[in-house]
């Protein structure tokens, strides 16, 4: 979250959209959930948004907006959302 907010405050950067590529995880346990869910949540709260890729259906379930099959297509939803 420490280097979400940096990012975002440095200067010309008008990204307001965080993607999390979950190509690689196999598998996610309850803190993980846990830790993605409390993500969601503060950059909700502080007028951001949290994109994820390809996440398992534990993710799907837990935080269900913004879920995408493929980076490609959350990039091409960012453009043209």
Known sequence: M???????????????????MMVDLV???TSGIASLEELYKSL??????LAI??????VIK?????VF???AEAIDCKLDC
């Open 2 to 20: 420490k280097w979400i907010i940096h990012e975002e405050a440095a200067p010309g950067n008008e990204q307001h959209t965080t993607l999390i």
């Open 27 to 29: 598998s996610i346990d």
């Open 53 to 58: 890729a390809n996440p398992r259906w534990q």
């Open 69 to 71: 099959l493929t980076v």
């Open 62 to 66: 837990r935080i269900g907006e913004r």
């Open 44 to 49: 909700v709260s502080s007028g951001k948004q």
